[in-house]
């Protein structure tokens, strides 16, 4: 990071405000915490919030995790969360409330199960061990594959992302990947608890992030980020 922040892009937002390398990189990680960051966070809260739906009144009398005391049934298989749920995703969308959850009446672990969460983010088991999920934030949005394994202790998501941003003038735009491979997180030695948050997490990022940024139909910057295991990321930009 030191070394980009001394060398100068190309961003021009159309205003005359020039970016550097530093502002770039900054973008394309705002992009992988909506993407990336946000839509894990979700992903495990669906999973324990599904949990709790699955007990028996018995079990229930004795399960009493702290987000259940911000979660309430409104309507039939329709939930509502009033409290942000991770830090990255209070980042991503600046609310404090997940909002309305619509489950369908399905156990997020079944296949063909569809999960809304919010006004933002869906998840849909294709086939009981990979969801779909499609994110929104702000002008940006996303289609990505998701997987899941845990072993011991620990678990390792895998996301596949395609999406793209456009900015309110229209005026900049860009497109984002994970370059058709999955970027992982790799938990080594944590459990899931509530609240999640992967920032605090002992976990490793491992695979590729490209982001290309346009102005008009012309290319004017790029940050392809490269993660991994156990190291600090690479960062490419334009010059």
Request: glycine share 8%; hydrophobic share 35%; aromatic share 16%.
């Amino acid at each position: 990071m030191v070394l980009l922040m001394s060398v100068s892009c190309v961003v021009d937002n159309g205003t005359g405000q020039r970016y550097n390398a530093s502002n770039v990189a900054l973008f394309a990680e705002r992009l992988v915490d909506r993407h990336i960051e946000c839509p894990v966070g979700i992903f495990f809260f669906a999973m324990q919030m599904d949990e709790y739906l699955s007990l028996s009144e018995e079990d229930l009398m004795v399960y009493d995790p702290n987000f259940l005391k911000h979660l309430y049934q409104i309507e039939e298989n329709t939930y509502y969360f009033d409290h942000y749920y991770s830090t990255a995703y209070y980042m991503a969308v600046h609310e404090d409330a997940i909002g309305k959850i619509f489950t369908g009446g399905k156990s997020i672990m079944e296949s063909g199960a569809e999960w809304t969460l919010g006004e933002y983010l869906t998840l849909t088991n294709i086939d009981g061990s990979t969801w779909s999920v499609t994110a929104g934030f702000g002008g940006s949005k996303s289609e990505s594959l998701l997987t899941y394994s845990k072993k011991d202790n620990g678990w390792t998501i895998g996301m596949t992302v395609e999406g793209t941003y456009v900015e309110d003038n229209g005026v900049m735009s860009a497109d984002f990947s994970t370059a058709g491979k999955e970027l992982r997180i790799v938990s080594v030695d944590s459990e899931f608890s509530y609240p999640f948050d992967v920032d605090s997490a002992r976990y490793f990022r491992e695979g590729q992030f490209n982001v290309n940024i346009y102005r008009g139909q012309e290319a004017c910057d790029y940050c392809y980020i490269t993660y991994k295991f156990g190291a600090s990321p690479d960062y490419k930009t334009s010059i």
